[in-house]
């Protein structure tokens, strides 16, 4: 995941979005989606990384969509291709692949992709996802447990939050936030909030890892989808950052905070967590 901030922010009345996937299928089942659930999108699609070289000089695209194994060349060299000759100067590139987690744990993406996204959360996760980059306005709200130790970083971390209607309950521990998720557990809201935003480094005893084994672990078993869990880091150490994801982080966000990208992250991992709760109750 690029630390690389968005410095263009998207505002078109018709977004277009450009998908490159190898796949047909996929490419139309993204289209799809895409049309249906972001209103006047166009979508330029392309088979192979010479057909995106070209597409990019034909006019303004507001985001990218990449499967990494092209027919003519690795996705990751397409991403580098468009930071070097986008006639603009931003666009956010999403990696889209099967194997995006593991390729996240190991920490193998690069500076030029800014955002990656999992095949297995399925299409409509991703129109999701990519709506937060080309419609953030339409943030659906929520709760997010926040754990930060800092008062200066909590005050502007929790206004960027609050400023996009996201409801924000702010804690300086672990111990804290496990006090309310026990609240909400025997009130029976689980697991309470929508999602938890952390820091990993607390002056406290326990720490955002231990945070993240807790939660994951037998004594609440609250896996990813149920509640999805970011952590905040300024170590950009790779090995540091894959124990992590291994314990159990859905995403990083890597500081100094830049606002647009914490937002489409929280409001991503917000929207499926709800996505994949409505199934488990229609389940039962």
Same mark, same amino acid.
């Given at each position: ?23 047909? &299928? =996929? ?15 166009? $979508? #330029? !699609?392309? %088979? ?104 200066? &970083? =909590? ?15 702010? $804690? #300086? !521990?672990? %111990? ?105 109750? =229609?389940?039962?």
């Amino acid at each position: 995941m690029s630390t690389q901030g968005i410095t263009r922010h998207i505002s078109s009345e018709t977004p277009r979005i450009m998908v490159v996937d190898g796949s047909r &299928v =996929a490419r139309k089942l993204i289209e799809q989606v895409l049309v249906k659930d972001v209103p006047g999108v166009t $979508v #330029i !699609s392309c %088979e192979t990384g010479a057909e995106a070289k070209a597409a990019l000089q034909e006019g303004i695209i507001d985001l990218v969509t990449t499967a990494l194994r092209l027919p003519d060349m690795d996705g990751l060299e397409l991403a580098h291709y468009i930071r070097e000759h986008a006639p603009q100067a931003y666009i956010p590139i999403i990696v889209v692949s099967g194997d995006a987690q593991e390729r996240l744990i190991s920490r193998s993406f690069g500076e030029d992709v800014t955002d990656y996204f999992d095949k297995g959360l399925g299409f409509s996760a991703l129109s999701a996802f990519i709506q937060g980059y080309v419609r953030p306005e339409t943030e659906p709200g929520g709760e997010v447990l926040y754990v930060e130790d800092s008062r200066v &970083v =909590a005050v502007a971390t929790r206004r960027m939050m609050e400023k996009h209607g996201l409801k924000v309950t702010h $804690v #300086i !521990s672990v %111990e804290d936030a496990l006090a309310h998720l026990d609240t909400a557990r025997e009130q029976g809201r689980i697991p309470g909030p929508d999602v938890i935003l952390t820091d990993v480094y607390l002056k406290s005893g326990l720490t955002g890892q231990d945070l993240l084994e807790r939660l994951r672990g037998p004594d609440y078993g609250y896996g990813k989808r149920l509640l999805p869990i970011l952590v905040m880091t300024g170590d950009d150490n790779p090995a540091n950052q894959s124990v992590l994801l291994r314990a159990g982080a859905n995403d990083l966000v890597q500081k100094p905070i830049e606002e647009r990208l914490l937002i489409t992250k929280l409001i991503f991992q917000l929207r499926v967590g709800r996505l994949m709760r409505e199934h488990l109750a =229609a389940a039962k």
